[in-house]
């Protein structure tokens, strides 16, 4: 038997609370805008597409005021990375006069890391 969906909650998020609009659609731009290289005025464009009247400058306070907010509680979620990496595979461009430039497979035995130039043979 299908349960019925829920109703959303009328509580507002603490950080959300005394605000016009809803948390989701502030978090909506917020997301877009950070996101994705959107101007406000585009924002404004897209949710006035979607039927709510929200001007850019409104946005532009949403920006200023939550996005400290989000990237600390983001930040702390984070997972520190490692800073080992491995080479498996090395590719070496090589103009040849007269011809296009080669991508040309080596080893890293065949390598002299001690000189700045790399000079590489192509491999048979």
Request: aromatic share 10%; charged share 25%.
């Amino acid at each position: 038997m299908p349960t019925q969906p829920t109703q959303p909650t009328q509580h507002q998020p603490k950080l959300f609370k005394y605000r016009h609009y809803q948390a989701e659609i502030i978090l909506l731009c917020l997301r877009w805008y950070l996101r994705y290289s959107l101007s406000y005025r585009d924002l404004e464009e897209i949710m006035v597409e979607r039927g709510l009247s929200v001007d850019h400058t409104t946005i532009y306070r949403w920006v200023q005021h939550y996005a400290p907010i989000l990237e600390r509680k983001c930040r702390a979620k984070l997972r520190a990375t490692n800073d080992s990496w491995r080479v498996d595979e090395t590719y070496i461009t090589q103009r040849v006069p007269g011809q296009r430039c080669l991508d040309v497979p080596v080893s890293s035995s065949r390598l002299d890391w001690r000189h700045s130039r790399v000079h590489a043979q192509p491999q048979s």
